[in-house]
């Protein structure tokens, strides 16, 4: 079993920079494939980036792109996002998740999930 555990969400204008970070335990996630979703209100949770287990691939959403930025550090078994020029349009709870196989953007796919952290950009 992996536990995975986000912080770093917050309330942050318009252009704002926020970190994310998702802490495992229970069991090393080197071999893991790491993902960060996101659901905003009313919304369906979406993909937002991933990072391979080495870390020398990533994955991002194209409304992400170019802002934000994934990374791990295998040696303290956490995985980070940051986010750079935030928009309120990426307000929403984000949540860390896990999976060994599958597809990067597929959900159902995912083994471990976080229970989320909020974040919220004001105008």
């Known amino acids: 079993q992996v536990q995975l555990v986000e912080s770093g969400g917050g309330m942050v204008q318009a252009g704002g920079s926020l970190r994310l970070s998702c802490a495992a335990s229970?069991?090393?996630?080197?071999?893991?494939?790491m993902g960060w979703f996101r659901q905003a209100p009313g919304k369906e949770r979406e993909f937002v980036a991933g990072?391979?287990?080495?870390?020398?691939?990533?994955y991002y959403a194209d409304s992400v792109k170019g802002r934000f930025t994934i990374s791990r550090d295998n040696a303290k078994n956490t995985v980070y996002l940051q986010m750079n020029s935030l928009k309120p349009e990426d307000t929403a709870v984000y949540y860390c998740a896990a999976r060994r196989v599958g597809r990067v953007q597929a959900l159902n796919e995912y083994d471990y999930w976080g229970q989320g952290t909020q974040v919220t950009v004001s105008i």
């Open positions: 990072i391979n287990w080495s870390g020398d691939s990533t």
């Open positions: 229970g069991r090393t996630i080197r071999n893991y494939f």
